[in-house]
């Protein structure tokens, strides 16, 4: 970015335009790109390799540690950058946490075979996701306990949502991560050697009482309506968080966690380095 | 609510615009009052006796087990009920889940006095938390493990801000909560013969290290900057949930779920019934 290039003052240039069409997920169904924003996203999505087709800098908003390691990042990947202004980003962003920085990048791929190459000790399936928070926290918990993928199984939101990306911290991008559907998620569980536990109000067994440490997935079902009947075979194992309020289930991300943490923690007391 | 009571179909009819204007942090704290949407949240809040200034009813949208639960209680409450129709809801109602009920309640106490009463084996306290979708599922949470009571420590939400009652689904009602200054808050626990527990992520302690089987209050600082200088106090110990992957720190509520599980998973190992 040349100190002299042309800054973007008007919000009806085209490629302002067309970044702000990527908040719609038709558009980003479409065209397979989709937005980051904020410098500590954006530093994750280069250290990743992730192809950035082009990014938008206000440079009078790109503040703090992160950001300046971002756009640092981001010139010497040679991605095309367009200088714009306070009003075009705010266009541009969502919320007003963007650090100055949005990125068009490319979706990496979601391939159930591209799988296939990563350790698989402790995975997470989520089923019929809806909420972009709910999934990107997931990501981030998952990242959190060293878990090796993640898959969505038959999501209702698409996973490249610019809210998720958010939610997660950027973690989406270090996490391998593959959409399925529910039955091909399970056929590739068990072909990879991973027993999956399922999460279900009425199992009879708690996660307390179950052996988590050897190769395991966690499998979590909206939590309007549960697993669906896919997860009702015999090689799924069922678990219960024990409930003890009035209400009886938990935020989906908040069941990840205790279920994942609990799994990093008897691994941990066992010594385990999986 | 008799079948001929006339119902309201203007947006502009007085009640409807009052109870609109209680989407608004303000006008929510000016009048003590705030609303609950939905069956499920609107029976736990009358199954706590919370007072309900009157209640907006859609009888058309009153649609399944917990709804018809909900307007049955409200009715036999005594509560002035007021008939609207499906536009007047979607006004006065937020997004598409209210069940075709929307309350407007007094808001309880958050007198730290009034907790007092409630044994005091397992607290949960939150400083500085902005956002009521947290707030709402640290609340779940609590409820999920059955903590004691929870402390919002100088938040920047209200407390009975309608989203974080949503998110809560409605165990607000039936957690003892209140509202303090950290100082306030610290000099509370540990006069109730409670040890802090605050999480930080440069403790050298980490959780599962930690005996948390005893009176303890799980201490939780915004994500954004942690918890304050309060919390630097020889009274109060410091745990770090150790992170695997690529971010340093977790989701407020996520941190919660896992100390709160932990606490209560100890609990029950040494058989204990805190």
């Known amino acids: 970015m040349s100190a002299t290039a042309p800054a973007i003052w008007s919000l009806a ?3 302002v335009k067309a970044a702000v069409r990527l908040r719609d997920r038709r558009e980003r169904e479409t065209t397979g790109l989709t937005l980051v924003d904020g ?10 390799s992730v192809e950035v ?7 009078s908003l790109v503040i703090g540690p992160d950001a300046a390691a971002a756009l640092d990042a981001l010139q010497k990947s040679g991605a095309p950058l367009v200088e714009i202004s306070p009003a075009v980003l705010t266009k541009i962003a969502f919320g007003d946490r963007s650090d100055g920085l949005v990125a068009v990048i490319r979706q990496p791929s979601l391939a159930l075979e591209d799988l296939a190459a990563v350790a698989t000790r402790l995975v997470v399936v989520v089923e019929a996701v809806e909420k972009p928070g709910n999934l990107g926290a997931i990501l ?6 060293g878990a090796d993928a993640v898959i969505a199984a038959d999501p209702r939101t698409d996973v490249y949502n610019p809210n998720t990306i958010r939610a997660s911290l950027g973690t989406i991008f270090g996490m391998p991560l593959a959409v399925a559907t529910a039955p091909q998620a399970l056929d590739w569980l068990v072909s990879s050697g991973l027993t999956p536990i399922a999460a279900r109000v009425e199992a009879a067994e708690t996660y307390l009482e179950t052996d988590m440490g050897g190769p395991i997935a966690v499998v979590l079902g909206s939590e309007a309506e549960g697993l669906t009947e896919t997860w009702q075979d015999p090689r ?7 409930m003890l309020g009035a209400a009886d289930s938990l935020n989906v991300s908040v069941a990840a966690a205790v279920l994942l943490f609990e799994a990093r923690r008897q691994r941990m007391a066992s010594g385990s380095q999986e």
Do not use: K, M, Y
């Open 236 to 242: 799924v194992r069922s678990v219960r968080i024990p």
């Open 53 to 59: 087709d082009h990014a938008f800098v206000c440079p």
């Open 13 to 15: 240039n085209p490629r």
């Open 39 to 48: 410098g500590r996203e954006l530093l994750r999505a280069l250290r990743q």
């Open 140 to 145: 981030r918990t998952a990242d959190a306990v």
